[in-house]
């Protein structure tokens, strides 16, 4: 599932007193939900940015590369890719 290895050792930890509440076990799972969707947000929009920059690829020489222009320059990446890794929902 992807859990960092902080909160598996805790997981791990509260597995051995079955009797105690949830509630911690749920706030591990729901901060991890938060994480996986932070990168399905990320990762959707690196696609999004990948799919346009091979749209805008003429086929042409190295020198007229769409892709490497936007590799090579930031700035002409649509504006909400610079976004990126900062977005929380």
């Not at 007229?64 to 900062?86: A, T």
């Amino acid at each position: 599932m992807g859990f960092p290895l902080q909160d598996i050792r805790e997981l791990l930890v509260m597995a051995d007193d079955p009797q105690q509440s949830c509630k911690e076990v749920d706030t591990i799972a729901r901060r991890q939900l938060i994480e996986v969707e932070q990168r399905l947000i990320n990762l959707n929009a690196l696609r999004k940015e990948l799919k346009r920059m091979i749209v805008d690829c003429s086929g042409g020489c190295v020198a007229e590369c769409r892709i490497l222009g936007v590799l090579g320059d930031h700035s002409e990446c649509l504006p909400e890719q610079h976004n990126i890794g900062k977005i929380r929902p």
